[in-house]
């Protein structure tokens, strides 16, 4: 075991709002746009970004997607006998 009994394995907990990589991100990526810029830097990413997807860049057009479309639902099939076999098992057990 790599903790003693009653030991955390991690003492401090959760970092503190504004301490972990997603504010810190958030924080540098939301600053205003200065009256000398037209667009903040997070319109400049999402620019490029699309520029990326326009030219090709699978990984920007799966992201954008993924991000407009939401991702694709799994499903899993199962042939007629396994899904009749564990209705039997299911029902068989209600009485």
């Known amino acids: 075991m790599p903790f003693s009994k009653g030991q ?3 003492p401090q907990g959760r970092p503190k709002k504004g301490e972990t990589l997603t504010d810190l991100l958030r924080e ?4 205003p746009k200065t009256a000398k810029e037209k667009l903040t ?3 400049r990413i999402i620019e490029q970004l699309i520029t990326l997807a326009e030219g090709g860049d699978l990984a920007a ?3 954008l997607f993924d991000r407009i479309d939401g991702r694709p ?8 006998g396994a899904v ?4 039997r098992e299911i029902m068989s057990h209600d009485q």
């Open 73 to 80: 639902k799994e499903s899993i099939e199962l042939t007629d």
């Open 61 to 63: 057009l799966k992201y």
């Open 8 to 10: 955390s394995g991690n």
């Open 84 to 87: 009749d076999t564990r209705l």
């Open 41 to 43: 830097r997070k319109e």
């Open 28 to 31: 540098k990526i939301e600053v």
